[in-house]
């Protein structure tokens, strides 16, 4: 088993940066590709941008050029730099792992930690 734990998020004006951290902790030898999440109010949870166990990463259009994903698997520490925030970027941003053993996955999520973007 995995836990994610996530901190960071808040309240930001338009164009400001912020950073959320991941910590993960467990069987973590077993996780393969991790992600950031997002789900604003009555809307489905996306993809905001992913990373394999090798570091090769994966972005929403949306946030392309301006949020950058990185992981430090020695820490156990993964990490989501979001610049020129807008306000639809606001809504609770999520940590996520792939979890592989025994052949099958499971998939492990934070708590959530919401972010707000003033326009």
């Known amino acids: 088993q995995v836990q994610l734990v996530e901190s960071g998020g808040g309240l930001v004006q338009t164009g400001d940066s912020m950073s959320l951290s991941c910590l993960f902790s467990g069987d973590t030898g077993y996780i393969s590709t991790m992600g950031w999440y997002r789900q604003a109010p009555g809307k489905e949870r996306e993809l905001v941008a992913s990373i394999t166990s090798g570091h090769i990463t994966n972005y929403a259009d949306s946030v392309k050029g301006r949020f950058t994903i990185s992981r430090d698997n020695a820490k156990n520490f993964l990490s989501l730099q979001m610049n020129s925030l807008r306000p639809d970027d606001t809504a609770v941003y999520y940590c996520?792992?792939?979890?592989?053993?025994?052949?099958?996955?499971?998939?492990?999520w934070g708590q959530g930690t919401q972010v707000t973007v003033a326009s």
């Open positions: 996520h792992a792939e979890y592989w053993r025994w052949g099958a996955r499971n998939d492990y």
